[in-house]
């Protein structure tokens, strides 16, 4: 069985940070591909960034050179630094990595989702 953890989400004011973290537990065997969506209220999830098991990123354009994801392998972790927040980043921020548990087949998993918002 595996698990994902969330936290770091929270209130902020325009032009502040905050930093999101996803951990991973459990019968894991590997994590390719990690990544953070988010979905604003009347609005479809997208994809925010991801990052590749060798370390390749990507981000959606709108938070290009204000947001940062990284990777902790050894604690099977992805974070996501958020740098001058704006109004339009205020969502519910979630994880998905890419597990293949022990035993099983790679799939991905979600995490809880946590509320990010930013006040003008």
């Known amino acids: 069985q595996v698990q994902l953890m969330e936290s770091g989400g929270g209130l902020v004011q325009a032009g502040g940070s905050l930093r999101l973290s996803c951990a991973a537990s459990?019968?894991?065997?590997?994590?390719?591909?990690m990544g953070w969506y988010r979905q604003a209220p009347g609005k479809q999830r997208e994809l925010v960034a991801s990052?590749?098991?060798?370390?390749?990123?990507n981000y959606a354009d709108s938070v290009k050179g204000r947001f940062v994801i990284s990777r902790d392998n050894a604690k099977n972790t992805v974070y996501l630094q958020m740098n001058s927040l704006n109004p339009e980043d205020t969502a519910v921020y979630s994880c998905?990595?890419?597990?293949?548990?022990?035993?099983?087949w790679g799939r991905g998993y979600w995490g809880q989702g946590t509320q990010v918002t930013v006040s003008s």
């Open positions: 998905n990595l890419d597990i293949t548990a022990r035993g099983g």
């Open positions: 459990g019968s894991i065997f590997s994590i390719n591909a």
């Open positions: 990052i590749t098991s060798g370390g390749s990123t």
